[in-house]
């Protein structure tokens, strides 16, 4: 049986994960958090004192790596790397960055590619990233481009940090968001734009719930689910 893929990019900080983690519930998909395996591979780097930045030295680690996707009983993703359950190491501030280097190297996205489509093939799939409409399915029954004003984006990114307990600057946290929005999409390989066909949903000023409407809504017009 063909498997149904729903495609969801957009910049960080838009809600991304949430909502697309909360469509993949509601509709009995698998959510794949596409972010969360770049975030493992610049972890990797960065624990082995590689500078994410290195083109050479991280595709001469890439071979040796040890890099696992499972589901836990909570249902949720979680993300191995050589043996060890790293999916709250990668949500540090920090890795966020080290993420976003390793993103931009032809063959970090090269060797990860294979992965996500395989997950796609055997599986219903809401798949969240930045080329998921665009190079990873591009054939993907409904692709939806995700977004909200960089301000919006850092304040919730903001209250999310200072909700864990960790220090954050709100003008610290929104350069942050437009230094990754830039690296994002200004890079050579796979660079972050709506893809041809993409439903826009533009989340400034709509809280989780309205967000959540307007996303089933756009799924359900293009999709029968
Ligand atoms: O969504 P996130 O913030 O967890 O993603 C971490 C980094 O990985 C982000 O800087 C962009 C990059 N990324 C990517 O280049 N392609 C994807 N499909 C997913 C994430």
């Given at each position: 049986?063909?498997?149904?893929?729903?495609?969801?990019?957009?910049?960080?900080?838009?809600?991304?994960?949430?909502?697309?983690?909360?469509?993949?519930?509601?509709?009995?998909?698998?959510?794949?958090?596409?972010?969360?395996?770049?975030?493992?591979?610049?972890?990797?780097?960065?624990?082995?004192?590689?500078?994410?930045?290195?083109?050479?030295?991280?595709?001469?680690?890439?071979?040796?790596?040890?890099?696992?996707?499972?589901?836990?009983?909570d249902g949720l993703q979680h993300m191995?790397?050589?043996?060890?359950?790293?999916?709250?190491?990668?949500?540090?501030?920090?890795?966020?960055?080290?993420?976003?280097?390793?993103?931009?190297?032809?063959?970090?996205?090269?060797?990860?590619?294979?992965?996500?489509?395989?997950?796609?093939r055997e599986n219903d799939v809401v798949?969240?990233?930045?080329?998921?409409?665009?190079?990873?399915?591009?054939?993907?029954?409904?692709?939806?481009?995700?977004?909200?004003?960089?301000?919006?984006?850092?304040?919730?990114?903001?209250?999310?940090?200072?909700?864990?307990?960790?220090?954050?600057?709100?003008?610290?946290?929104?350069?942050?968001?437009?230094?990754?929005?830039?690296?994002?999409?200004?890079?050579?390989?796979?660079?972050?734009?709506?893809?041809?066909?993409?439903?826009?949903?533009?989340?400034?000023?709509?809280?989780?719930?309205?967000?959540?409407q307007l996303l089933l809504r756009l799924?359900?017009?293009?999709?029968?689910?």
């Amino acid at each position: 049986m063909k498997r149904r893929g729903i495609a969801i990019d957009g910049p960080s900080g838009a809600g991304k994960s949430t909502l697309a983690r909360r469509l993949a519930r509601e509709l009995g998909f698998v959510y794949v958090d596409t972010g969360a395996i770049y975030r493992t591979v610049g972890l990797a780097a960065r624990r082995r004192g590689i500078d994410p930045a290195d083109g050479e030295a991280v595709a001469a680690m890439l071979p040796r790596l040890a890099i696992g996707m499972g589901y836990g009983e909570d249902g949720l993703q979680h993300m191995y790397l050589d043996g060890e359950d790293v999916t709250r190491a990668i949500r540090e501030n920090e890795i966020s960055a080290c993420a976003s280097k390793v993103a931009a190297l032809p063959a970090v996205r090269a060797f990860l590619l294979e992965m996500q489509r395989r997950t796609a093939r055997e599986n219903d799939v809401v798949m969240d990233g930045r080329d998921i409409g665009t190079v990873v399915l591009p054939q993907a029954d409904v692709k939806i481009y995700l977004t909200a004003a960089a301000e919006a984006r850092a304040e919730r990114r903001y209250r999310e940090l200072l909700e864990r307990g960790q220090r954050a600057d709100l003008d610290q946290v929104l350069r942050e968001v437009v230094e990754r929005d830039r690296r994002d999409m200004e890079r050579e390989v796979s660079p972050l734009r709506r893809a041809d066909g993409a439903a826009l949903a533009d989340t400034t000023g709509l809280d989780l719930e309205e967000s959540f409407q307007l996303l089933l809504r756009l799924v359900r017009e293009r999709l029968d689910v």
